[in-house]
């Protein structure tokens, strides 16, 4: 089996609503690096720009009742998961209306209600909550798939690959979505990984692929296939999609100017733009519906996060635990 | 009366658990073969599926239990060795305990990590001998560490019922206490409530786990020579009873805690510390711990030297006593 052979492109409702889905995802980002600079988000972000169409299509490829996990680079994945981009903006600005109140901020951004499990801060560490979830929902009757988001350089963490092992060893249905940018933070993958990121997959008895993660619909059909593998109890899939960071790790890294792109480099990959190639599969009306549909939403969700109220100072361990003697 | 070893009370809470709750399974190494004897006869009863043998994977296995959380299910952690405690340190605190702040409250993790046989196990030297209870209770992690088979089985139950993490401890020195047991009176312990394990006028001893057996020896050689000893037993180390201990120390006036923990920030200095700021002692408190910065090494004089033993306890007692 090859990545080609893994399913069929979706039908035109699929072309556009991906293109819905990474252009929504561009410009929340854009719009939310421009409110790190005034200090309405604190903290910063690491931002998704350049890798919108794994989070698209791979979301794409879920029914409502699947379930993800996520990175400290999680906006794209729970944008294209369905939350409110107003209430996910609120949550970066630390606001009571956000999607965690204002408790966990951009690397913790969940949404049980749409199966976000919870972005992750510790590399790695959401592939092994993603499996246990799917056991236990399999457990439980249902047939949710879970899907783990991570980077490449989560490859070298040992708890990603035991919950490889343990996903495989019990057929698990979870799949892993490698976002292989190139980089862990500034290391290159290239003087981070010894061998093969697929073939260390393949060593735990799942199929894994390299695809073109630049292609939303690429990555949909990969992961169309994936899904499906998974929901039939074959067990889990791994798909490493080859992507770029086209900014800054976080967007402190400006100001501490570090140096370990080319830029060259940068815009050799800035030019295979997910956005720019998805878009070039709509007319240019449908793309100008969708383009301003999205500025409409984004800017009801400004006004909505930049008006809500700040947290209670009183309450700042409210939530620590559920239940307290 | 029928007698209910420690070990055998903590086996029932898991069977009982099993029995009333679909969602409560039980993972960890070698649990199929019940190596520490904890999950005996449960993999016949339960099934493979509910009696979960892992790999050697600690990390992943917490984080697995996490996941099963969040999708509903009562996962119980046995951990046969108490520094793998310190492998998934991540894995409980930095994840299981964080989810429910972090996400404003959307989920809940009800993951009940045990350990069976923490502390000195007598002759498992450096990396198996650990106690490290307050680790946990300083992060804030729901900690139990029950000193009798009925409390064993009741804090057991307690704590899978409970929608928060929590760790219990099961001593090592502790499992083989027995105790008379009518089995239709064993009960649900709440968490966070100690008690008085034998009540005193002169001072209040608090004893943790295995430890309030030797406070209750002290207590009684010291009976003999006029000396009323309260030994309090607060059961759950974090939260911990405040009230249940105020109560005691506004009778007794005196206070000395024996604490298997390393001395410095131990749970015995955070004790102190209460007593400091909220008790009116008539003699400075004394704490019996071990060492600052303790490993227990292997010889078995050197193990047994590290231990806070009865003699200390005599001694601090006696301390306090003599100090107006």
């Known amino acids: 089996m090859t990545a080609d052979d893994l399913g069929r492109t979706g039908p035109d409702a699929v072309t556009v ?10 410009r929340f980002e854009e719009r939310a690096i421009e409110f790190v600079r005034p200090g309405e988000i604190v903290g910063g972000i690491h931002p998704y720009l350049g890798q919108e169409a794994i989070a698209a299509a791979v979301c794409a490829a879920l029914t409502s009742a699947d379930v993800i996990t996520s990175t400290h680079r999680g906006h794209g994945h729970v944008l294209a998961r369905g939350a409110d981009p107003g209430r996910l903006l609120a949550e970066l600005m630390g606001r009571e209306t956000g999607l965690n109140k204002g408790r966990g901020g951009s690397m913790h ?38 899907v783990a988001f991570f980077g490449d350089g989560a490859m070298n963490e040992g708890m990603l690959l035991e919950a490889l092992n343990l996903a495989a060893l019990w057929r698990v249905p979870v799949v892993f979505v490698c976002e292989n940018n190139g980089y862990a933070t500034t290391m290159p ?20 692929f390299t695809i073109d993660g630049q292609d939303p619909e690429t990555v949909f059909k990969a992961s169309t296939a994936a899904v499906a593998r998974a929901r039939s109890g074959k067990g889990p899939m791994f798909l490493e999609c080859l992507t770029y960071r086209f900014d800054a790790h976080h967007t402190f890294e400006h100001r501490a100017r570090l140096d370990y792109r080319s830029p060259d480099e940068v815009a050799a990959g800035r030019s295979r733009d997910p956005v720019a190639i998805q878009g070039a599969r709509l007319s240019d ?7 301003s549909q999205i500025e409409t939403a984004l800017d009801a969700a400004a006004e909505f996060a930049l008006g809500s109220a700040h947290p209670d100072p009183a309450d700042p361990l409210k939530y620590l635990y559920a239940v307290m003697p | ?34 190596a520490s004897n904890l999950t005996a006869g449960l993999l016949s009863r339960f099934g493979p599926e509910r009696v979960l043998d892992t790999p050697l994977s600690e990390q992943a296995f917490t984080n697995f239990a996490t996941g099963a959380a969040l999708a509903g299910m009562r996962p119980v952690i046995e951990f046969q060795i108490p520094s793998l405690l310190f492998l998934v340190f991540e894995q409980i605190v930095n994840q299981a305990h964080k989810f429910s702040l972090m996400t404003g409250g959307q989920c809940k993790v009800p993951v009940t990590y045990v350990v069976t046989g923490s502390g000195s196990r007598t002759g498992w030297a450096g990396q198996h001998s650990d106690h490290p209870y307050t680790l946990f209770a300083h992060v804030g992690v729901k900690t139990v560490v029950p000193a009798t088979p009925m409390d064993a089985y009741g804090l057991l139950v307690s704590a899978i019922r409970d929608d928060d993490p929590v760790v219990m401890f099961a001593p090592s020195g502790a499992l083989g206490v027995r ?13 966070g409530v100690g008690r008085v394990a034998r009540p005193g006028r002169d001072v209040t001893v608090v004893a943790v ?48 805690v024996i604490d298997d923990s390393n001395r410095t920030s131990g749970f015995a200095a955070e004790v102190l510390a209460v007593a400091a700021e909220r008790f009116t002692l008539a003699a400075p408190p004394r704490r019996v711990t071990r060492p600052d ?9 050197l193990d047994r030297a590290v231990q806070p033993g009865r003699e200390q306890l005599v001694a601090a007692i006696n301390a306090v006593l003599e100090d107006k």
């Open chain 1, 17 to 26: 609503d991906l293109y819905r889905a990474v252009r929504l995802i561009r």
């Open chain 1, 109 to 146: 951004a969940a949404d049980f209600s749409l199966g976000i499990l919870g972005a992750n801060a510790i590399v790695g560490a959401a592939a092994s909550i993603a499996t246990g979830a799917a056991w236990a929902y399999r457990q439980q009757g249902r047939d949710t798939v879970a």
């Open chain 1, 189 to 208: 993958v290239e003087s981070a990984v010894a061998g093969s990121i697929t073939a260390r997959a393949r060593a735990f008895g799942m199929p894994a």
């Open chain 1, 285 to 291: 009306d449908e793309r100008a519906a969708v383009d």
């Open chain 2, 1 to 34: 009366m029928p007698k209910l070893s420690y070990l055998k009370a903590m086996n029932r809470a898991l069977a009982d658990s099993l029995d009333s709750d679909p969602s409560v399974f039980l993972l960890g190494e070698d649990i199929r073969v019940a």
């Open chain 2, 179 to 191: 105790e008379d047991v009518e089995f239709t009176t064993l009960a649900p312990v709440p968490l």
């Open chain 2, 209 to 256: 786990g295995q430890l309030v057996q030797d406070a209750l020896a002290v207590a009684d050689e010291l009976a003999g020579a006029g000396v009323s000893v309260e030994v309090f037993d607060p059961r759950t180390v974090y939260p911990f009873d405040l009230d249940g201990l105020a109560a005691s120390v506004a009778k007794t006036r005196r206070l000395v």
């Open chain 2, 293 to 301: 910065g303790a490993v227990l090494p292997f010889a078995l004089a």
